[in-house]
């Protein structure tokens, strides 16, 4: 091959990538959610303050935030989950676990602690 086709498929990749790169960053932002694909090996969503930037423009970031309460839940299959909460009604437990809203029903939940500051870190 000669070196300018090998040039060439770089710069193709590279472009790809960043395209790719870019359309999870706007997923990210426009849904609050994290991507489940290339940001596993590459940590795209890194820009949390700029993300909340972009989704709350109106929002002054020097205003305290809202306290976020921590969750434990053990299931009954004895898998433990922590996150923060999201929502709690009489049917289920939303917790905000990676950057995604995961809803848990009451029947599959063995118990539910919350974590304070200490257990947190």
Do not use: W
């Not at 091959?1 to 590279?14: E, P, R, S, V």
């Not at 299959?77 to 049917?91: C, F, M, Q, Y």
């Not at 437990?93 to 947190?120: K, N, Y």
Request: a neutral charge; hydrophobic letters at 45%.
């Amino acid at each position: 091959m000669k070196a300018k086709t090998i040039a060439h498929c770089f710069g193709f990749l590279a472009i790809l990538l960043s395209v790719c790169l870019v359309g999870e960053f706007l997923f990210a932002v426009f849904t609050g959610r994290a991507p489940q694909s290339i940001h596993k090996s590459f940590p795209l969503v890194t820009f949390p303050a700029l993300i909340k930037m972009i989704q709350n423009p109106g929002e002054d970031s020097s205003t305290p935030a809202q306290a976020v309460t921590r969750l434990r839940i053990t299931l009954k299959n004895g898998r433990l989950i922590t996150g923060e909460k999201v929502s709690e009604d009489a049917s289920e437990i939303t917790l905000r676990v990676d950057g995604s809203a995961v809803g848990f029903v009451r029947t599959e939940i063995a118990r539910v602690e919350e974590l304070s500051e200490s257990e947190d870190a």
